[in-house]
């Protein structure tokens, strides 16, 4: 094979990201998704299949962003951002908004990452042990909470450092968590085997994508 | 507002309503500010932005000690500095914690079991217990001195309503204080609200004053 070929592969941008993501996410779903990458998600699920949004700060069935203008102050998400309710939307205070998250009654929940493990820990949170004033929101809760919990990440740092690892180095989000995983590269699943690739882009091949990732990688 | 305010005494512990900017008790908190108690423990989700409200209470060294779950925002200038220079004490909490231990002692129930922070640094030093398959963390319910609501109605026994997503930690809040002081934008009669639409009952109110100060400001 010519050495050209190597390069042969377009990593995903992250929309291509959210919308890998957002094509798995079936109708009927209750789906929390994390601030930054997890929340262009909801922008990729067709507006004829009905999934419903949740948010940390009490919102149920929340819709897209406002036209700029149409702002309602009051109507905002976990990421400080306003949005719009669907029809049949509701609100809860925050302790019944995290019920909901404890007591595993939202199918998925997406968050990015840092790191994750082949042991299914997440890391996305803090950089080290004594970061300056680290801030964790709902990520522990979210992750701990969810019956699904997918992360969505690019592959490696843009250093080139793996962040599908076979241990987290940085301080944990939660233990044995992550059910899958969408990178600009590819789709893992997390088994008790370890890391299973489902899906890769398209021209890239097993071993150059192992070559990219710190953990090892079973084939489907 | 100063009699709203009355009966703070230093050292008080006080949970303040409020996601973002969202349901945020301002004129309570700049009562607060003119009121003078001291050596404080804030209770909120964030630790506040910008020079006003919450970040100016801790920029005249007035909160010993804040308990969050997201210290760090856009402009959370005045907390980053103080903590840099080891001036205020911080315990960050899992936000899910924090509304349950509120909520927790509100309810009279002093302890419960979680898999928030299970294996993590927020969860070391915790009692771990393992219910079925599952390792949990046992935390403490977080009562307050005083709680600082914000309502959207509230009439003469303090039976309230919130507006869209400014309920977030109001209710729970307002439930866990022996003192909670409510500020609403509108005050309308006892039956205005369907009892069916009351969502803090005034039981859990013990002031209401009457501050229509419109929208949250855009952000």
Request: aromatic residues 8%; charged residues 20%.
């Amino acid at each position: 094979m010519p050495d050209t070929a190597v390069a042969s592969y377009t990593p995903l941008d992250r929309k291509g990201i959210a919308r890998r993501a957002a094509d798995d996410i079936p109708e009927g779903w209750y789906v929390n998704l994390g601030i930054g990458m997890p929340t262009l998600i909801a922008d990729y699920v067709p507006a004829d299949r009905e999934v419903i949004f949740h948010s940390e700060n009490g919102v149920l069935g929340m819709g897209p962003a406002p036209e700029p203008g149409h702002e309602n102050r009051w109507l905002i998400n976990a990421g400080k951002q306003y949005v719009t309710l669907r029809p049949g939307a509701s609100y809860v205070h925050h302790a019944d908004s995290f019920a909901i998250i404890r007591g595993g009654h939202l199918d998925l929940c997406v968050l990015g990452g840092f790191e994750v493990a082949e042991n299914g820990d997440l890391a996305n949170w803090a950089t080290s042990a004594n970061d300056t004033a680290p801030a964790v929101g709902g990520a522990m809760d979210l992750a701990a909470g969810a019956k699904r919990l997918w992360v969505v990440t690019d592959h490696t740092t843009k250093t080139g450092a793996s962040k599908i690892v076979s241990r987290c180095a940085y301080p944990l989000t939660a233990i044995g968590s992550v059910k899958r995983v969408y990178t600009n590269l590819c789709v893992l699943d997390v088994e008790p085997r370890g890391f299973v690739v489902r899906w890769m882009v398209d021209g890239l091949d097993f071993d150059t994508l192992q070559a990219r990732t710190d953990a090892k990688l079973n084939r489907d | 507002m100063a009699e709203a305010m009355d009966g703070i005494a230093d050292g008080a512990t006080v949970l303040i309503g409020g996601f973002g900017a969202v349901g945020q008790p301002n004129a309570l908190i700049d009562g607060l500010i003119e009121q003078g108690a001291k050596d404080l423990t804030i209770v909120l989700n964030n630790a506040g932005s910008g020079r006003v409200g919450v970040s100016r209470l801790m920029e005249l060294r007035r909160v010993r000690r804040i308990v969050c779950s997201f210290p760090r925002s856009s402009d959370s200038t005045v907390f980053e500095e103080l903590y840099k220079a080891g001036l205020i004490e911080l315990e960050l909490v899992p936000q899910g914690t924090l509304a349950e231990r509120i909520r927790a002692a509100g309810a009279g129930i002093p302890a419960f079991y979680t898999a928030t922070s299970v294996g993590t640094l927020l969860g070391q030093g915790k009692e771990e217990r393992r219910f079925g398959e599952r390792n949990y963390v046992m935390e403490h319910a977080l009562p307050g001195d005083v709680a600082l609501v914000e309502a959207w109605q509230a009439d003469r026994w303090g039976n309230l309503t919130f507006r869209d997503s400014g309920r977030n930690f109001n209710p729970v809040m307002a439930t866990a204080a022996r003192l909670t002081i409510v500020q609403t934008q509108h005050v309308v009669e006892l039956g205005d609200i369907p009892p069916e639409q009351v969502m803090t009952p005034g039981i859990h109110v013990d002031r209401v004053l009457h501050v229509p100060y419109g929208d949250p400001p855009l952000f």
